[in-house]
T-cell receptor, first 110, second 111 residues
Framework: EAQVTQNPRYLITVTGKKLTVTCSQN?????MSWYRQDPGLGLRQIYY???????DKGDVPEGYKVSRKEKRNFPLILESPSPNQTSLYFC?????????FGEGSRLTVL | GIQVEQSPPDLILQEGANSTLRCNFS?????LQWFHQNPWGQLINLFY???GTKQNGRLSATTVATERYSLLYISSSQTTDSGVYFC?????????????FGKGTLLTVNP
């Protein structure tokens, strides 16, 4: 089954404790991206990747890092999380113009 | 950038009723997607519909790209249809493929 898988789905952490949200797709898509969704602000793009070792900033990249060492994986790294990064995060991959989203990761930073 | 407007913002239905959700966009697009965000937050692809009409069970969608709108029809609604419905269009130009989302229609289907 074609899918985008994110982990963890839910996480409560504390300020400053590094964390990684993994994202994996099994559709051999070249393009992947990360979004965050916040009430009243909709979905905003954090980072995107056009292919292996090719990444670039989206609209709200501050406080995040990404890497793309393999085509299937695109992890989102929060080096020193802060409460304003409490949000619902979505990973996505694209094929022929259609975007496929993961199930979302709800992150709370205390 | 491109503007996407959805209407109505909120909609309450009795189970079994039909509804039409609208998505207007400010510029020409080469594709459009409809998503359903369920109460658990999951974004589910409903339709990828650059133009024309598609149907999937009780749901169908029509995009009239020349007039810059798309419609999502829900027939015989069920309580499981509740949630937020988003339409999204790609940004134009550049190498970054990013979707611009409308603010959504919050649908509540009561039993």
């Amino acid at each position: 089954e074609a899918q985008v898988t994110q982990n963890p789905r839910y996480l409560i952490t504390v300020t400053g404790k590094k964390l990684t949200v993994t994202c994996s797709q099994n559709m051999n898509h070249e393009y992947m991206s990360w979004y965050r969704q916040d009430p009243g602000l909709g979905l905003r793009q954090i980072y995107y990747s056009m292919n292996v070792e090719v990444t670039d900033k989206g609209d709200v990249p501050e406080g995040y890092k990404v890497s793309r060492k393999e085509k299937r994986n695109f992890p989102l790294i929060l080096e020193s999380p802060s409460p304003n990064q409490t949000s619902l995060y979505f990973c996505a991959s694209r094929s022929n113009g259609e975007l496929f989203f993961g199930e979302g990761s709800r992150l709370t930073v205390l | 950038g491109i503007q996407v407007e959805q209407s109505p913002p909120d909609l309450i239905l009795q189970e079994g009723a039909n509804s039409t959700l609208r998505c207007n966009f400010s510029d020409s697009v080469n594709n459009l997607q409809w998503f359903h965000q369920n109460p658990w937050g999951q974004l589910i692809n409903l339709f990828y519909i650059p133009s024309g009409t598609k149907q999937n069970g009780r749901l169908s969608a029509t995009t009239v790209a020349t007039e810059r709108y798309s419609l999502l029809y829900i027939s015989s609604s069920q309580t499981t249809d509740s949630g937020v419905y988003f339409c999204a269009v790609p940004n134009s130009g550049g190498s970054n493929y990013k979707l611009t989302f409308g603010k959504g229609t919050l649908l509540t289907v009561n039993p």
